[in-house]
């Protein structure tokens, strides 16, 4: 069957001559930077707004679910935004509203006027990373895109690291400088953006799947709050119950939708085809060890080694220098080494050092933390983009909207899902641990840590999973399918 976006093609004029090509990059990645700094920055800064709103934390707690919760049901609609308007304008129209809602959520007079910014504020983000990327695809010559997409992919591993530790420090100066901060980043780039990103031509006869719209947001909002809230809420609570059925039903709906629509919100048909579907399962896999670590390095450093948040963020910097060389090599030697190799090499690494992770000890040094981090954060460059671009590859270029919203979402939603089941199971350790070596304050340090090796130890697993996915991704000495090609059409539709 034919994969179409609408009832015409969407054509973009050859991307970036050499004299705009790195200007036109550069737009790209402090646009997706913008957008991901926002998605992290209130991880170590959030319960310092209890106190600046004179509230309590679980009002607080909606200035972060809120946000993610925007971004989880916007991100579908990015492949349907990106082919009715075109990905210039949609990118630029993100890349506006998050720098007019960093002013706004700035000037926040009360903890609801934040929530209700963020949440506006989220639903930008959540269009931003999947159209810049899709954009890159449609845009950028295939020889070139491996490197386009390595710098994209620094750039939202960057805001990852770098967000929280800067946001914890302004937080102690002024806390509005969390939100600003980026705004003079925002306005640069979307007034080189708006001279030097290439013009796409937009499908005006697309039309939007409102139902699958609307089931997707449904399975979105039901599995994000039953992930966040798992440890919280435990099994045999209602909300528990409404939102795993409520989250089940709705996907299983939305699927049967897209397959008989003939204009899907997603082509979930692109499973069809085998590379496509390995690299995005192995992205989903990699991107969970990714947050594993972001997320359970920090707060043993605060918890064991009383480090504050500034501190933490300066013993990642080693790490986000490693990450920035190994994801350029990754980009540069990939057409000569091809995925597969770069993809077994960085999963190996990431299995060799978080399974490090779960050796931690009271007394482990913060030099040996940072060279593992360092170490680890070069496997995360060597693997995600080579797979992520083998993936993109796979497919026709008028389908890379779709491709990038469905990666996004599918990223999204299984990192917030594995994140609320390593955080389950780490108080969950916990309780026995403390059980075990008895509930006393001087025993806490060691039982915390104890919880923190279990959850480093079943993400090394996680890990694992992608090993023999790896060897799947044989390189092609084929160009990228070409949908123009009617020699082509036949073997994309038949492998699709």
Not at 190 to 211: H, N, Q, V
Request: with cysteine; net charge positive.
């Amino acid at each position: 069957m034919r994969l179409s976006v609408g009832r015409t093609s969407i054509q973009s004029k050859p991307l970036f001559a050499k004299a705009s090509f790195w200007p036109a990059l550069a737009t790209l990645f402090f646009g997706s930077f913008v957008g991901m700094y926002h998605v992290v920055s209130l991880n170590v800064s959030l319960p310092g707004f209890i106190g600046i709103f004179n509230t309590d934390l679980g009002k607080v707690q909606w200035i972060i679910t809120g946000f993610s919760l925007a971004c989880g049901i916007i991100a579908p609609a990015s492949g349907y935004a990106e082919s009715r308007f075109g990905g210039k304008k949609v990118f630029l129209f993100c890349l506006l509203g998050i720098t007019v809602t960093s002013l706004l959520c700035a000037l926040s007079w009360n903890v609801y006027a934040l929530i209700g910014f963020r949440v506006l504020q989220g639903l930008f983000c959540g269009l931003i990373q999947p159209v810049s990327l899709a954009f890159i695809y449609r845009t950028v010559p295939a020889e070139k895109q491996p490197i386009a997409v390595s710098i994209w992919s620094f750039s939202t591993i960057l805001g990852t690291a770098l967000a929280p530790s800067v946001s914890g420090w302004l937080q102690g100066y002024n806390w509005h400088l969390i939100f600003l901060v980026t705004v003079p980043i925002g306005i640069l780039a979307f007034a080189i953006g708006i001279r030097i990103l290439p013009a796409s031509t937009a499908d005006k006869e697309t039309k939007l799947d409102k139902a699958g719209l609307a089931l997707a947001a449904t399975a979105s909002l039901s599995l994000l709050l039953l992930f966040g809230n798992l440890y919280a809420w435990g099994w045999q609570s209602a909300a528990f119950w409404v939102c795993l059925i409520l989250g089940a039903a709705s996907t299983i709906l939305f699927v049967i939708h897209q397959l008989r629509s003939d204009a899907p919100l997603l082509q979930l048909r692109l499973f069809r085809n085998q590379t496509f579907t390995i690299s995005l399962v192995i992205s989903l896999i990699l991107s969970i060890a990714l947050y594993s670590g972001i997320y359970f390095v920090p707060l043993y450093l605060a918890e064991i080694h009383s480090l504050s948040s500034f501190h933490i963020g300066l013993l990642f910097l080693p790490g986000a220098v490693c990450l920035t060389c190994a994801t350029f090599f990754s980009g540069r030697y990939y057409n000569k080494l091809g995925p597969s190799i770069l993809a077994i090499a960085g999963c190996i690494i990431l299995i060799v050092t978080t399974y490090l992770f779960s050796r931690l000890q009271i007394t482990t040094s913060l030099l040996a933390i940072m060279i593992i981090i360092a170490v680890r954060n070069t496997g995360t460059g060597l693997a995600l983009t080579p797979v992520t671009n083998a993936g993109m590859m796979a497919i026709q270029k008028e389908l890379s909207g779709h491709a990038s919203a469905l990666i996004n979402w599918l990223r999204q939603i299984f990192s917030s899902m594995a994140l609320g089941l390593f955080t389950s199971l780490f108080y969950a350790r916990l309780a026995v641990h403390q059980v075990q070596l008895g509930e006393t304050d001087a025993k806490y340090p060691e039982a915390y840590t104890l919880s923190i090796n279990d959850a480093f130890l079943f993400s090394a697993f996680c890990i694992i999973a992608a090993l023999p996915l790896a060897f799947l991704l044989r390189r092609k000495k084929t160009a990228r399918p070409d949908s123009h090609s009617s020699a082509h059409k036949k073997t994309a539709n038949a492998e699709i």
